[in-house]
C-alpha cells in the first residue's frame, strides 16, 4: 500500500464524473436564466417566449431550452436503479456437518496422504480460523470417498435449490417472474449448464436471458452483480436473480502437493441467491440499493496470473495450486481497486488528503512525503471481506486500518462456514443483519478476490432498517457469535 499507479486514480474521477457532468452543465444556463429573468413580471412571461423583444429575453428563452434539453439527456442515459429485493444463503444439514478432527482423520484414513502431508494438513487447519461446525459434501465424507459426476451435480443441486427455496419463499416472486438468471460456479460447470438445471427444476419462462460464468474463482459473485446490473440497464421492469456457489466433489485433491492441499484445509459447502430488480414499485420493500460496483484485472502480470492456478501435480492428481505469492499478488490488487473506488465513495476531506500526498511524491518528487492511506471507516458501515482465510484477512486488516468489529462479520464466517468462495460476502452480510446493525443509510462494502488475479468492490446502501430476518443461515447459532478466535 506504499505506492498507488496514477491511472487508477484517474479511472475513479472519471467515473465520478461521468454522469455529474448532466447536473454541472445545467448551472451557467440556470444562472443566465434567472439573469433574463429580472424585470419581468411571471404573468408575462408566457407572451414573452412567444414574443421575445429583446435579447435578454431571448437569452433566457435559449437557457431554458438548454437546461430542459440537458435535463431530457439525463433522463435518458441514467443508469437505472438496481434494487436488492432479498437474499438467500443455503444452509447445510447437519449430517454435513465437519470437525476439524473428522475433517484430519477423514484424511488418514483415504490412505491417499504421506505423513509430511497429514502433518501439513493439521498446521494449516489449526490456524485457518475454521471451527468445528463447517461442512463438506457426502461424497468427500464418505469412507472411501466417492467422487462422480453424479454425486456432483447432487451437490449443485442440494445448494443450488436449497438457497433458491428461501428466496422464492421469502420474496414471495415466483420463477416465472424472472427475467434473468446468472450463475457462477468456478470448478464445476457441466452440460448441460448449472443455469439450465435450475430452469428446467423451477420450470422458468422460455425467453429468461441466462448465462453461466466459470472459471473466475472467488470473486465471481460480484462479476456476476456486476453483469446481471447491466442486463437491467436495458431490460427493464422486470427481475434478476444471481446465484453464487462453488462445487467441492470433483475439486477434492488426493495428492501429496502442499499448495493444493491448502484448498482441501479450506474451502467449504456453501451458496447464495440474491434477487435484484429495476422495478421502482420495489423500492418500498428492497433492502439495499446497488451504488457502485469496481472491479480490478490483473491478469497480464505473469505472478498474478499463475497465483490461483487449477493443474495436476507430478503424479496427474488434478487440483488447485494456490502461490506463496497470494498475500502479495492480494495486496497490488486491494491497492488498485481502492484507488479506483475512493473517488467515488470517500468525504472530500478524505480526499483532499490523499491528493495532497500524491501530489507532493508525483509532482513535487517529495521522496519524505509519506503516502496518505484513506480512512474508508468514515465511508462505510459494514465491511463484507471475502473469507478466503486467516492470512487474507489479516492483511486487509492491517492495509485498511480496520478494527476487530469491522472485520467481525469476515472471521465469524470464515469459523462458522469456512471459505464458501463467492458466496462468502453474503453469509456475512447475513451475520450483521442476524445481529441487527444494519440501519437505514448504512453503506456496506463487499470485497472479493480471486484468481486471475482480481480484485472486485461493489457497494450497496440500505433503504431501511434491516430488521433481523426470519429465514437466515445464523439464526441456530448467532448467540454464540462472537467467539475467540485463537
Same mark, same amino acid.
Given at each position: 500500500?506504499?505506492?498507488?499507479?496514477?491511472?487508477?486514480?484517474?479511472?475513479?474521477? =472519471?467515473?465520478l464524473?461521468?454522469?455529474a457532468?448532466y447536473?454541472?452543465?445545467?448551472?451557467?444556463?440556470?444562472?443566465?436564466?434567472?439573469?433574463?429573468?429580472r424585470g419581468?413580471?411571471?404573468?408575462?412571461?408566457?407572451?414573452?417566449?412567444?414574443?421575445?423583444?429583446?435579447?435578454?429575453?431571448m437569452l433566457? #428563452?435559449?437557457?431554458l431550452?438548454? !437546461?430542459?434539453?440537458?435535463l431530457f439527456i439525463?433522463?435518458?442515459?441514467?443508469?437505472?436503479?438496481?434494487?436488492?429485493?432479498?437474499?438467500?444463503?443455503?444452509?447445510?444439514?447437519?449430517?454435513?456437518?465437519v470437525s476439524?478432527?473428522?475433517?484430519?482423520?477423514?484424511?488418514?484414513?483415504?490412505?491417499?496422504?504421506?505423513?509430511?502431508s497429514?502433518?501439513?494438513?493439521r498446521?494449516?487447519?489449526?490456524?485457518?480460523?475454521?471451527?468445528?461446525?463447517?461442512?463438506?459434501?457426502?461424497?468427500?465424507?464418505?469412507?472411501?470417498p466417492c467422487?462422480?459426476?453424479?454425486?456432483a451435480?447432487?451437490?449443485?443441486?442440494?445448494?443450488?435449490?436449497?438457497a433458491?427455496?428461501?428466496?422464492?419463499?421469502?420474496?414471495?416472486?415466483?420463477?416465472?417472474d424472472?427475467?434473468i438468471?446468472?450463475?457462477?460456479?468456478s470448478?464445476f460447470?457441466?452440460?448441460p449448464s448449472?443455469?439450465?438445471? !435450475? #430452469?428446467?427444476?423451477?420450470?422458468?419462462?422460455?425467453?429468461?436471458l441466462?448465462f +453461466?460464468?466459470?472459471?473466475?474463482?472467488?470473486?465471481?459473485? #460480484?462479476?456476476?452483480?456486476?453483469?446481471?446490473?447491466d442486463?437491467l440497464?436495458?431490460?427493464?421492469n422486470t427481475?434478476?436473480?444471481v446465484?453464487?456457489?462453488?462445487?467441492?466433489?470433483?475439486?477434492?485433491y488426493?495428492?501429496?502437493?502442499?499448495?493444493?492441499?491448502?484448498?482441501n484445509?479450506?474451502?467449504r459447502?456453501?451458496?447464495?441467491?440474491?434477487?435484484?430488480? +429495476?422495478?421502482?414499485?420495489?423500492?418500498?420493500?428492497?433492502r439495499?440499493?446497488?451504488?457502485?460496483?469496481?472491479?480490478?484485472?490483473?491478469?497480464?502480470?505473469?505472478?498474478?496470473?499463475?497465483c *490461483?492456478?487449477?493443474?495436476?501435480?507430478?503424479?496427474?492428481?488434478?487440483?488447485?495450486?494456490?502461490s506463496?505469492?497470494?498475500?502479495s *499478488?492480494?495486496? =497490488?490488487?486491494?491497492k488498485?481497486?481502492?484507488?479506483?473506488?475512493g473517488?467515488?465513495?470517500?468525504?472530500? /476531506?478524505e $480526499?483532499?488528503?490523499?491528493?495532497?500526498a500524491?501530489?507532493c511524491?508525483?509532482?513535487l518528487?517529495?521522496?519524505?512525503?509519506?503516502?496518505?492511506?484513506? +480512512?474508508?471507516?468514515?465511508?462505510f458501515?459494514?465491511f463484507?471481506? =471475502?473469507?478466503?482465510?486467516?492470512?487474507?484477512?489479516?492483511?486487509?486488516?492491517?492495509?485498511l486500518?480496520?478494527?476487530?468489529y =469491522?472485520?467481525?462479520p469476515?472471521?465469524?464466517?470464515l469459523?462458522?462456514?469456512?471459505?464458501?468462495?463467492?458466496?462468502?460476502?453474503?453469509?456475512?452480510?447475513?451475520?450483521?443483519?442476524?445481529?441487527?446493525?444494519v440501519?437505514?443509510?448504512?453503506r456496506?462494502w463487499?470485497i472479493?478476490f480471486? /484468481?486471475?488475479?482480481k480484485?472486485?468492490s461493489?457497494?450497496?446502501?440500505?433503504l431501511?432498517?434491516?430488521?433481523?430476518?426470519? $429465514?437466515?443461515?445464523?439464526?441456530?447459532? !448467532?448467540?454464540?457469535y462472537?467467539?475467540?478466535?485463537?
Amino acid at each position: 500500500m506504499q505506492s498507488v499507479n496514477l491511472k487508477y486514480v484517474k479511472l475513479g474521477y =472519471h467515473y465520478l464524473i461521468t454522469y455529474a457532468i448532466y447536473i454541472f452543465s445545467t448551472v451557467p444556463a440556470l444562472a443566465l436564466l434567472l439573469v433574463s429573468l429580472r424585470g419581468i413580471q411571471l404573468g408575462s412571461w408566457s407572451n414573452k417566449l412567444l414574443q421575445p423583444d429583446s435579447s435578454t429575453d431571448m437569452l433566457g #428563452i435559449l437557457a431554458l431550452l438548454m !437546461i430542459l434539453t440537458l435535463l431530457f439527456i439525463y433522463y435518458m442515459f441514467r443508469p437505472q436503479v438496481v434494487y436488492l429485493v432479498d437474499f438467500a444463503c443455503f444452509r447445510p444439514s447437519y449430517e454435513s456437518k465437519v470437525s476439524r478432527e473428522f475433517f484430519l482423520r477423514m484424511s488418514k484414513d483415504t490412505g491417499k496422504f504421506e505423513e509430511p502431508s497429514l502433518a501439513f494438513q493439521r498446521k494449516i487447519v489449526e490456524r485457518s480460523g475454521l471451527g468445528d461446525e463447517t461442512h463438506l459434501p457426502k461424497a468427500v465424507t464418505s469412507c472411501p470417498p466417492c467422487p462422480s459426476l453424479r454425486e456432483a451435480r447432487a451437490e449443485a443441486e442440494t445448494v443450488m435449490f436449497g438457497a433458491l427455496d428461501e428466496l422464492f419463499m421469502k420474496s414471495k416472486v415466483r420463477a416465472k417472474d424472472i427475467g434473468i438468471l446468472v450463475v457462477n460456479c468456478s470448478l464445476f460447470n457441466p452440460t448441460p449448464s448449472l443455469s439450465s438445471m !435450475i #430452469i428446467n427444476h423451477y420450470k422458468m419462462r422460455g425467453n429468461i436471458l441466462s448465462f +453461466n460464468l466459470g472459471g473466475m474463482g472467488c470473486s465471481a459473485g #460480484i462479476i456476476a452483480v456486476d453483469l446481471a446490473r447491466d442486463l437491467l440497464q436495458v431490460h427493464s421492469n422486470t427481475y434478476a436473480i444471481v446465484l453464487s456457489t462453488e462445487n467441492i466433489t470433483l475439486n477434492w485433491y488426493t495428492g501429496n502437493d502442499r499448495s493444493m492441499l491448502l484448498p482441501n484445509c479450506l474451502f467449504r459447502m456453501g451458496g447464495s441467491a440474491i434477487l435484484l430488480s +429495476n422495478k421502482r414499485t420495489e423500492r418500498r420493500r428492497s433492502r439495499y440499493q446497488l451504488k457502485h460496483i469496481v472491479r480490478t484485472h490483473k491478469g497480464a502480470e505473469d505472478e498474478s496470473y499463475q497465483c *490461483v492456478y487449477q493443474g495436476e501435480d507430478e503424479n496427474n492428481e488434478k487440483g488447485l495450486s494456490i502461490s506463496r505469492d497470494l498475500m502479495s *499478488v492480494a495486496g =497490488h490488487a486491494l491497492k488498485a481497486n481502492i484507488t479506483t473506488l475512493g473517488p467515488l465513495v470517500l468525504p472530500l /476531506s478524505e $480526499q483532499f488528503l490523499f491528493l495532497s500526498a500524491l501530489f507532493c511524491r508525483k509532482v513535487l518528487k517529495m521522496r519524505d512525503a509519506r503516502p496518505y492511506i484513506p +480512512n474508508f471507516k468514515l465511508a462505510f458501515n459494514h465491511f463484507c471481506i =471475502h473469507a478466503g482465510g486467516r492470512g487474507v484477512l489479516d492483511g486487509v486488516e492491517k492495509n485498511l486500518g480496520l478494527t476487530k468489529y =469491522h472485520m467481525e462479520p469476515s472471521r465469524m464466517t470464515l469459523h462458522r462456514f469456512g471459505n464458501t468462495s463467492s458466496s462468502s460476502l453474503w453469509y456475512e452480510l447475513a451475520y450483521s443483519e442476524a445481529k441487527g446493525r444494519v440501519k437505514k443509510g448504512d453503506r456496506v462494502w463487499q470485497i472479493a478476490f480471486g /484468481s486471475g488475479f482480481k480484485c472486485n468492490s461493489a457497494v450497496w446502501k440500505a433503504l431501511r432498517d434491516v430488521e433481523v430476518p426470519l $429465514q437466515n443461515p445464523w439464526l441456530d447459532c !448467532i448467540h454464540k457469535y462472537p467467539v475467540e478466535l485463537t
